[in-house]
């Protein structure tokens, strides 16, 4: 069993920077990919991006790409995210997943953290 706890997420401007992290326990996280979906109000969640455990792989989605970057540290067992020029239709409820591969990412889930970016 893997336990995420997402921090990081808050109110941010058009334009702006937030970074997420996601710190694991309960099993080594270099085990695991590992990755961020998102879920905006009266939408469903979407994939944002993937890290094998290894770190060496990456995937993101087409709206992200140049702007967000994950990097992970499987010594301190974390996963961030550093989000740049940030839109307001971001604005969404980021979820920390982690899964045995790249494909099944999505097995295990973070409560969430909020993030809102103004107009």
């Known amino acids: 069993q893997v336990q995420l706890v997402e921090s990081g997420g808050g109110l941010v401007q058009a334009g702006g920077s937030l970074r997420l992290s996601c710190a694991a326990s309960?099993?080594?996280?270099?085990?695991?990919?590992m990755g961020w979906f998102r879920q905006a109000p009266g939408k469903e969640r979407e994939f944002v991006v993937a890290i094998s455990y290894g770190g060496g792989t990456t995937v993101y989605a087409d709206s992200v790409k140049g702007r967000f970057t994950i990097s992970r540290d499987n010594a301190k067992n974390s996963v961030d995210l550093q989000m740049n020029s940030l839109k307001p239709e971001e604005t969404a409820v980021y979820y920390c997943?982690?899964?045995?591969?790249?494909?099944?990412?999505?097995?295990?889930w973070g409560q969430g953290t909020q993030v809102t970016v103004s107009s």
């Open positions: 309960g099993r080594t996280l270099s085990n695991y990919a």
């Open positions: 997943v982690a899964g045995s591969n790249m494909a099944t990412i999505n097995h295990y």
